[in-house]
């Protein structure tokens, strides 16, 4: 006799099912310690704060729960949004640890120009230098007027205020607010290549 695969996993399913049964009924377990057990575990109380994903920009809600000292303790999908139904994807389920990790960097790594070593730097002096060494690389490479061409095989010399010595490449953790309202800070600073990874 030829067995479909299909038919062996519902004959598979049957029997393990009707085995189940048997030792629940015929066999007397009882799982009255584990529904006990169950009842006994501690469930997350708090402040339920509806929040938004971090991660892509498709924008699936969350609810963070918070204890009274304003600590995140749990995060869920939301069940009343439309568009992810309370579900979360493995980035937007993990985003608790995201927030609460041992292993998680609170400093910044810097390695000087020439040296052999890394140091750790507190986040304020690296965003203050990244401040820094952006404005100096604009004001040194600023081009005010460029020679473009006039269409009558010569050039002419026109305004365009821009900078080709910085790029941006924004990511997907960047949501549509903060790509719009950086792009608007990229173009303020005349930043001409701008690019933006997108999974959607």
């Known amino acids: 006799m030829q067995v479909t695969r299909r038919q062996f996993l519902k004959i598979s399913s049957g029997a393990i099912g009707t085995v189940a049964a048997a030792e629940a009924v015929c066999l007397g377990a009882d799982t009255t310690a584990v529904k006990e057990q169950a009842q006994s575990i501690p469930i997350k109380t708090g402040k339920q704060v509806p929040s938004i994903c971090p991660y892509c920009s498709v924008g699936c809600a969350q ?22 139904q309370g579900t979360l994807c493995p980035k ?9 990790n041992d292993l998680r960097w609170t400093k910044v790594k810097y390695r000087a120009p020439g040296s052999d070593h ?4 507190p986040l304020d002096w690296a965003m203050d230098r990244i401040a820094e060494l952006t404005k100096k ?4 490479n600023f081009n005010e007027y ?3 061409p006039d269409g009558k095989g010569g050039t002419i010399k026109k305004r365009v205020m821009n900078t080709y010595a910085l790029a941006s490449l924004g990511g997907a953790t960047m949501d549509n607010e903060w790509n719009y309202t950086h792009q608007k800070l990229m173009h303020a600073l005349g930043v ?3 690019e933006n990874q997108a999974r959607i």
């Open 192 to 194: 001409v290549y701008l």
């Open 146 to 148: 460029q020679d473009m």
């Open 92 to 100: 937007g389920a993990a985003t608790y640890q995201f927030v609460n």
């Open 63 to 84: 609810i963070v729960t918070v204890n009274d000292q304003g600590k995140i303790i749990d995060i869920q999908g939301h069940p009343d949004s439309p568009i992810n």
């Open 137 to 140: 690389t604009r004001d040194d």
């Open 118 to 121: 890394w140091e750790d730097k």
